[in-house]
């Protein structure tokens, strides 16, 4: 009776990120990497450019869904942005343009953080990486 309480919980915790769910097929997906350059605000405020670097698998493709929160006094500006690349095993540049949303605040300039969830895909499987990153609004 004792275990009939341990796959609910063990389901809840990977469902709420407390254990990391990497499935077999996702260890054999090659390494990806992605990097933001620059935030910059645009359109006063209304949205911010986003400049970052990716590389991933030869053959490969990499959805990148780039969100990016930051306070303006005592409100929250929040905008996202869903961009799919080709991957050719090199180093890429991307420029992802992330609309506030609408019930938040505008973008201000200064600090700000950034996530970004990676989805790789090659023949066999795809890989799910999420990063958050500390990020500067210029």
């Known amino acids: 009776m004792r275990r009939a309480w341990l796959l609910p919980a063990l389901l809840t915790a990977i469902a709420l990120g407390a254990l990391p769910a990497v499935s077999a097929a996702q260890a054999d997906v090659a390494p990806a990497t992605t990097r933001i350059d620059a935030v910059d605000r645009a359109a006063q405020g209304e949205r911010v450019v986003v400049q970052l670097t990716a590389t991933c698998p030869a053959g490969a493709t990499m959805q990148l869904d780039v969100t990016v929160t ?54 066999s499987a795809c890989a799910v990486t999420a990063l958050d990153e500390s990020i500067r609004i210029s």
């Open 70 to 123: 930051a306070a303006n006094e005592t409100r929250i500006a929040q905008g996202n942005r869903v961009k799919r690349i080709d991957c050719t095993g090199a180093a890429q540049t991307a420029e992802l343009r992330a609309e506030h949303n609408p019930v938040g605040a505008l973008f201000i300039v200064g600090p700000a953080t950034a996530r970004t969830v990676r989805t790789v895909c090659d023949a």
